[in-house]
């Protein structure tokens, strides 16, 4: 890093002579002649400095666009649902490094993302009750290297029943970096469902990028689901799938089909970008009532 010192005590020399210069008392025009020495370097720039220039140019680059043409957001992103016999649609999420990929349920009545978690997950009245609980499809936290629990310290221990409130946590000050309690389990209900578990942070790999330190839910037992998938929740919560990913607006296309699995897929495209979209009609959402704050209300 010699040669890189070098250059910028040599530019803040040079500055400080022009702003000495600029700044003289009697305001009279002033040349300053700074002879320049050609130096030929026999030796090859290190590693070190070839880092160093490359990231002076990469910043430069980077400074121009955005200085031109602004920040712009990410385009849409259009992934493939596929209709399933329980009447529901999924597409493929995959999460932890290395990844998992699990299927999961679009449900706008969820909130929540949530999986069936560890070799003991159990699902109480269910419809896939009497399958070998070994070979369902279950994401695994001691397989990835990204896992990380989730403590009371951490703004995210919230109550999915009650977004606004913290999970019960033992007493404990949670702006104290000494904190290490764990954030209680949660328990989740809704429609004639339930599922409970206890919530991690892990990478979401989407197509383009990666989310890191997901808030994801992982499931140890759960009660009357039609399906060992798991839950895409698309509500009214920072527990969201949308809302994670700093999605501003989602739309998905439903195919027809009789309840079967077909491989017919259809369209789910998440927009990161403010305003309307040309080409498309908007209908207003109702205002929520207070006690049901993650739905999405349409007037008919």
Same mark, same amino acid.
């Given at each position: 890093?010699?040669?890189?010192?070098?250059?910028?005590?040599?530019?803040?020399?040079? $500055?400080?002579?022009?702003?000495?210069?600029?700044?003289?008392?009697?305001?009279?025009?002033?040349?300053?002649?700074?002879?320049?020495?050609?130096?030929?370097?026999?030796?090859?720039?290190?590693?070190?400095?070839?880092?160093?220039?490359?990231?002076?140019?990469?910043?430069?680059?980077?400074?121009?666009?955005?200085?031109?043409?602004?920040?712009?957001?990410?385009?849409?992103?259009?992934?493939?649902?596929?209709?399933?016999?329980?009447?529901?649609?999924? $597409?493929?999420?995959?999460?932890?490094?290395?990844?998992?990929?699990?299927?999961?349920?679009?449900?706008?009545?969820?909130?929540?993302?949530?999986?069936?978690?560890?070799?003991?997950?159990?699902?109480?009245?269910?419809?896939?009750?009497?399958?070998?609980?070994?070979?369902?499809?279950?994401?695994?936290?001691?397989?990835?290297?990204?896992?990380?629990?989730?403590?009371?310290?951490?703004?995210?221990?919230?109550?999915?029943?009650?977004?606004?409130?913290?999970?019960?946590?033992?007493?404990?000050?949670?702006?104290?970096?000494?904190?290490?309690?764990?954030?209680?389990?949660?328990?989740?209900?809704?429609?004639?469902?339930?599922?409970?578990?206890?919530?991690?942070?892990?990478?979401?790999?989407?197509?383009?990028?990666?989310?890191?330190?997901?808030?994801?839910?992982?499931?140890?037992?759960?009660?009357?689901?039609?399906?060992?998938?798991?839950?895409?929740?698309?509500?009214?919560?920072?527990?969201?799938?949308?809302?994670?990913?700093?999605?501003?607006?989602?739309?998905?296309?439903?195919?027809?089909?009789?309840?079967?699995?077909?491989?017919?897929?259809?369209?789910?495209?998440?927009?990161?970008?403010?305003?309307?979209?040309?080409?498309?009609?908007?209908?207003?959402?109702?205002?929520?009532?207070?006690?049901?704050?993650?739905?999405?209300?349409?007037?008919?």
């Amino acid at each position: 890093m010699a040669s890189s010192t070098c250059l910028l005590h040599s530019v803040f020399t040079l $500055f400080s002579l022009l702003f000495l210069a600029s700044s003289s008392k009697d305001n009279m025009p002033v040349t300053i002649t700074v002879p320049l020495t050609s130096t030929t370097y026999t030796n090859k720039l290190s590693t070190e400095d070839m880092t160093f220039v490359k990231h002076l140019a990469s910043a430069s680059l980077s400074r121009v666009h955005r200085l031109k043409y602004g920040k712009a957001a990410s385009p849409p992103v259009e992934i493939s649902l596929f209709p399933r016999s329980y009447g529901g649609h999924s $597409f493929p999420l995959s999460f932890g490094t290395p990844s998992q990929k699990h299927s999961f349920l679009v449900d706008t009545g969820n909130h929540v993302v949530w999986v069936p978690c560890t070799t003991h997950y159990t699902c109480t009245n269910c419809s896939f009750s009497n399958a070998n609980s070994k070979k369902l499809p279950i994401f695994n936290p001691k397989i990835p290297t990204t896992s990380k629990s989730l403590y009371c310290r951490n703004p995210k221990c919230l109550d999915p029943s009650s977004p606004d409130a913290h999970l019960k946590c033992p007493p404990c000050n949670r702006n104290s970096k000494h904190c290490s309690l764990a954030c209680p389990p949660f328990s989740l209900h809704y429609g004639t469902g339930e599922s409970s578990g206890n919530f991690l942070l892990e990478n979401l790999h989407f197509p383009g990028k990666t989310f890191h330190n997901f808030l994801l839910a992982c499931a140890t037992s759960s009660a009357r689901q039609p399906t060992s998938d798991g839950y895409a929740g698309f509500g009214r919560s920072i527990f969201s799938l949308p809302v994670q990913m700093g999605v501003k607006k989602f739309a998905y296309c439903l195919n027809s089909h009789d309840y079967d699995d077909t491989q017919n897929s259809s369209r789910l495209i998440f927009d990161y970008r403010d305003g309307d979209t040309k080409g498309l009609s908007y209908t207003p959402f109702l205002k929520n009532p207070p006690n049901w704050p993650v739905y999405y209300y349409l007037g008919v």
